[in-house]
């Protein structure tokens, strides 16, 4: 495993976020002095139903099979479940392509994220989070604003600018998948920032689904 | 006009790790369809092989109807659609006869606005229709 990755790692652990417990990052258990639990982890989301919770490489196959299980435990509610559906793959995207972090297994190199699902009375919520370089996570949160702030309509409106623009070296800020997520979600993003060493942040993102 | 026959083209759903929508585009009759769900490995490859497929055709002259009937597909498929729907443009604007269908289930309001904002897009006219 790579210096910087465990680099990471520990200063997560340092931070007030030790409730993110790496499963990937065996580096933890080298110190055994330090008990791992996941007690915290547990607790955090424990006061809601949990309809999927992963932390770990997310692949194109974790991300066909946690949708394959989204879709047949959401198919009574169909309007939602097809919403939730959609705004996973988006979001899943997003850490395939664009987390900061990266664990490696036999030579493949995996992002990193945190995936979670819970369901209240009212509604689901999609969460995710995943390591965002420090660089480029100010103009992320921008774009959420810049979302949050707009009525549907000019929220089409910027979509379509969005999509007619050429494929740049990489979808930056307003990327056409937040917007489609708010679109999706008819909700606000709710963003947070936590940074975690020089290099990078953590970056949470969480959108409600009305049931 | 191509003196070359233009060939049938045809790729099968699949629904694995991706989701690959089942392409029917008929050269004789003209009748071309997009149906399933589009979330592909590589995007850019798949709705590239339609585009060079209508360009052809388009040489041909000949009327063309193009059925859309996806249930779901990623915003990097959503620039593809587009990409398709603004040369079916082009071709009408050529002269080109050009009927283009969008089914949608009945109460997927989201998959309607899509329709909408693409119609809005592209100028072109697209018959709603609900199952």
Same mark, same amino acid.
């Given at each position: ?67 394959? =299980? ?64 420090? =660089? ?55 963003? =947070? ?19 | ?46 709705? $590239? ?33 587009? $990409? ?22 009945? $109460? ?11 119609? $809005? ?11």
């Amino acid at each position: 495993m790579a210096k910087k990755e465990d680099a990471n790692t520990k200063s997560l652990w340092q931070s007030d976020y030790t409730t993110f417990v790496s499963f990937t990052n065996y580096s933890i258990f080298k110190d055994m002095t330090r008990k791992l639990s996941l007690f915290e982890y547990y607790s955090l989301i424990q006061h809601e139903d949990v309809i999927i919770s992963y932390k770990g490489p997310v692949t194109p196959v974790i991300m066909s099979e946690i949708s394959a =299980d989204i879709r047949s435990k959401l198919a009574d509610n169909p309007k939602a479940g097809k919403k939730v559906f959609a705004i996973f793959m988006e979001l899943a995207q997003n850490i395939l392509y664009y987390s900061a972090e990266k664990v490696t297994f036999s030579n493949k190199k995996d992002s990193v994220g945190l995936l979670l699902i819970t369901e209240t009375q009212e509604e689901y919520i999609f969460s995710c989070g995943n390591l965002v370089e420090n =660089d480029y996570v100010n103009e992320l949160v921008e774009s959420g604003e810049i979302i949050n702030s707009l009525e549907r309509e000019d929220l089409r409106k910027l979509k379509k600018e969005q999509r007619n623009k050429p494929q740049g070296e990489r979808s930056k800020g307003a990327g056409i998948g937040l917007i489609h997520v708010a679109l999706t979600s008819g909700n606000p993003l709710q963003m =947070d920032v936590r940074q975690v060493n020089d290099q990078n942040s953590f970056f949470s993102l969480s959108v409600k689904i009305n049931k | 006009m191509s003196e070359q026959t233009l060939e049938n083209l045809e790729i099968e759903g699949e629904k694995g790790t991706f989701f690959t929508p089942s392409v029917k585009f008929n050269a004789e009759t003209g009748v071309c369809s997009l149906e399933g769900e589009s979330y592909l490995e590589d995007t850019w490859e798949f709705y $590239d092989k339609l585009l060079v497929w209508l360009q052809k055709y388009a040489e041909t002259g000949k009327p063309l109807t193009f059925d859309f009937k996806l249930t779901y597909f990623n915003t990097s498929s959503s620039k593809g659609i587009l $990409d398709l729907l603004k040369q079916i443009k082009n071709y009408e604007d050529q002269g080109g006869e050009i009927q283009v269908n969008w089914y949608h289930p009945e $109460d997927d309001e989201d998959n309607v606005e899509e329709a909408e904002d693409f119609k $809005d897009d592209t100028g072109l006219e697209i018959n709603l229709i609900p199952y």
